[in-house]
């Protein structure tokens, strides 16, 4: 697409918009040039090409297509096929998978495929039964309560959330809480790293249905040979969730007993961060939980997103061209480069370092809580989000903690000499920021005081490490 064809795109489509509601295509706008003006920062964030964007904006948006390929419960979904097919096919391709399910609407949601997947395939019960045959609505209550009793006896072991876990693996907040029964594995509180002798021990000792391995916030990579011979040993279905490093895998960075394809039972997805692609979840499995995987909708799932999947389609196209590769081990290379800059200013990071797409702070070497850390970094133009570090004191609302990844500021183009600017301008602001009283006097975990000048001068000079690298250079909303 030339650089015209997407000003033309972008400038048509406000156009449109505006004429129709004007504050939401302020809102557009505005969003684009926030973007554009701040140090993007989080790991779970990226920025999507104009192709893949505009794909999701289209005619497709109007369809009902339950079901799947070639088996719709509503007429006229043809194009609709083709689009779910071709997004399937370049995802089998590009992970080496031989099944793909891309209609999940998030990671969320993915991960809920493949628990119920899972669960059909491995539990018997009259109620499962009649699920697993699509006969949603001919369940009674009393098979539900049956059902609930039969998935409350179900356990799921996966990494602790203060260890790098993520909410959707077994924690009472989310409803994965609620379908299982759930304990964690740690990391080593010398070193940070997961000790998979302990999660063997774990697993021997408390006989999971479903071992998880990936993560949110762990720097290193994962063994996923290991982890499936610990799955092995005890008879539990092998689960990965590679949300956040789906783009390393893609890009080749993370190959053998690395790449999760492989060794799972089950893998699962988003299709943004590090991958680049639209806002989604994906599903890839072997010929044995395909069926129950595609079952998703309407096990799970409302109906398919068309347009979403149309974009994946896109996106996914993207990360098989060769160049793509050199895009994964970037992200990678900037991490490296931006934990190095911190540890040489004195920053202390959690496993003191990392191998992916992330760093993690442990801010209380500042004298600061993550939250007040957060805000700090945002008032100078940084945009990160407060975790928790192993064994955090503070908990998951405060937080010891700063997440920080590369995969945007490395779309932007951003490198290894940005990256150390970024790590000064990170290091200024959180030397500079001290803690807060409350009203009565008392310390503060959310309070903070930092000097407005260097505020200021912090994003001026974000804004000026930016302004090489603009953020849809052939975009021009005039």
Known sequence: MSRNAESTAFRSALEVVRGVEPRVADAIAAELADQRESLKLIASENYASPATLLAMGNWFSDKYAE????????????????????????????????????????GIDANLVAFWAILADRVESPALRKAQARQVNDLTEADWFALRRELGDQRMLGMSLDAGGHLTHGFRPNISGKMFDQRSYGTDPATGLIDYDRVAEAAREFKPLILVAGYSAYPRKVNFRIMREIADSVGATFMVDMAHFAGLVAGKVFTGDFDPVPHAHIVTTTTHKSLRGPRGGMVLCGPELADQVDRGCPMVLGGPLPHVMAAKAVALAEARRPD??????RIVDNAQALADGLLRRGATLVTGGTDNHLVLIDVSGYGLTGRQAEQALLDSGIVTNRNSVPQDPNGAWYTSGIRIGTPALTTRGLGATEMDATAELIHTVLSQTTPGSGPDGAPSKAKYVLDPAVAESVGKQAADLLTPFPLYPAVDLG
């Not at 088996?71 to 097919?85: I, K, L, P, S």
């Not at 793509?324 to 081990?329: E, L």
């Open 67 to 106: 079901g799947t390929v070639g088996r719709r419960f509503y007429a006229g979904c043809q194009n609709v096929d083709t689009v779910e097919a071709l997004a399937a096919e370049h995802a089998r391709e590009l992970f080496g998978a031989s099944h793909a399910y891309v209609q999940p609407h998030s």
């Open 324 to 329: 793509f590769a050199d895009y994964a081990q």
